[in-house]
């Protein structure tokens, strides 16, 4: 094969080949920083394309108006033929609906109520789990973490789904209690805030559970030796040490919890009653039965905003928790 | 032991032997199958520096945390000023211990984390305050109150510890490879200031460590440890010039080994022939230990001379040839190979800038000691 190439007038390529070797792309992308931006640019671009472009679609239609026509809403630009202007007409009215009518105020307040709610009971059932997680033995632990993991295989719909099957009047929870003779009637269980909590709780606890134990799992241990050896009964070295060090751990879990429960839509839906709705049951018959998508875009927006601000204090929280470890 | 010849005390750090502070009583612990201490008795008085030396696995640490109540003895006792710890949980202990990672609080500053024993007395701010400004002062971090752990040196997070452990003001110190984390030069001073600290403060320390030096330099007696047991307690230069077995004398500096057979043993000499040397060993003093044919003799390095001209006695030397030298600055190693074919270490102070005739490689040289240097041991 080298023969042919070489044979008769040399291929100056070959010449080059022979004598410097292959060449070393690694060394010009390392001078023209090509991967970091690589790196870099397949996050940001797939957050341009399917996070910034939408979000922006919403913003505009947000400040349109309704019209029955397809789409559903009026064009923010027109061009003015004959004064031969491009007019933007920006409309806050669907803004200024969202405070007029309390019915936007109200559920939007229930949903933050909820969510929190529901957080502080999945950060009170998750860290005693995480906890008892984390300082398992290592074969024990990945078993544990199997189980907290193992409801994702089943459908989330499906799981809700189970849900009414034993809250229902006549479902398996009210039978056993009747069964045993601790009740006579079968209590309402389904379509109250009492069904929606469980549901939110057990739907969203591994979120809780996963970052706390993933903080707990690295505690250093030999740092509750030494609260005890320096007079640190087992409860105040949990309190003094170990609870302070799952700060991190735990506003991540609550996050993780809160952000998404305050958006639910399915678990108040299908568990909830129809008279307290939530936040993105509003959201979806605005859209869907009334069609009015410039409101519907303004309550995607204002739950944004308002859920903006705790990312963004997250992200400042991990960024000094992040300078702060050497 | 200590009434044998060799090197005196340190006079301030000197124990006080009538008052026992640790007594440890026959203690064993087992992990599983695996014996970590068997069967260690020991005691501890007040006001020493007590080093348990020994390699990695040989139960010093192990030793420690029972003291310090963070595992139970699986047999034995261990009584502390007379009172049995076997039911008193480590925050209830009247010990302090320094750990070999330091085990700062990595979110509290400085002062919190020195504070952190006085606050679990209930002790008023004030006071806490005054404790900690006093205790700072003394390790000379009292500029460093504010800073995090993480913003500290090795040298600066060592000296934390060391205040985290003595602000209670306990009688008795644990400290578990106290410099370990230390670089050579801060190692060596740090040795020294401990030691001060320890004599100003008068508490009772016990060292767990690796480092021979360290135990040297530290402690007014050592405890070695192997394979879970003690296998000899002394003040340092028992251990170094009166070792009592061979893994002893191995572990403790270095050594050169020869074995022989037992031909002469009196209570004022004895006689061991080494065909390692070609000859004939004779020890000034008698042996201890129960006699048995095989033995071995142990001589240090630095008790060794080296000539060129035949000595002029019939025992006690050896010839050999010079095969390697090593100049380490402040004295000179010589690798020897005997006529037997042994290889022995000598090492000679460099006490000139630059001696003229020094001996050098391949020479024919002779090697002899004093009657008094060798060790005959037994096992």
Known sequence: MANSLTAGRLNPLYVLLLRYGPPRWSNYIREHWLGQRLVIGIPFVWLLLFFVAPFLIVLKISFSEVQLAMPPYAPLFEWAAETKRLVATFNLD????????????????YSVKVAAISTLFCLLIGYPMAYAIARSSPTMRSVWLMLIILPFWTSFLLRVYAWVGLLKTDGLINQALMGVGLINEPLTLLYTDFAVYIGIVYSYLPFMILPLYANLEKHDLTLLEAAADLGAKPIKAFLTITLPLSIPGIVAGSLLVFIPAVGEYVIPSLLGSSDQLMIGRVLSDEFFSNRDWPVASSVAIAILLLLVLPIVLFQRFQNRELAGQK | MSDQPGVATRPGQAADPAREYVRIEGVTKKFGDFVAVDNVSLSIMKGEIFCLLGGSGCGKTTLLRMLAGFERPTQGRILIDGQDMADTPPYARPVNMMFQSYALFPHMSVEQNV?????????????????????????????FLKRKPHQLSGGQRQRVALARALIKRPKLLLLDEPLGALDKKLRERTQFELINLQERLGVTFIVVTHDQEEAMTLASRIGVMDRGEIVQIGTPSDIYEYPSSKFVADFIGSVNMFEGKLIEDEPDHVRVDCPDISGVVYVNHGISSAPTAKVWVAIRPEKIDIEREMPSVSENFCRGTVKEIAYMGDKSVFLVKADSGSMIRVTLPNTERHAEDRISWDETVYLSWHASSPVVLAQ
């Open chain 1, 94 to 109: 669907n803004y200024l609906f969202l405070l007029t009518d309390d019915l936007y105020v109200r559920t939007f307040s």
């Open chain 2, 115 to 143: 504070a952190f024993g006085l606050e679990q007395e209930r002790l008023s701010g004030t006071e806490v305050r005054q404790r900690v400004g006093e205790m700072l002062d003394i390790v000379q971090l009292g500029d």
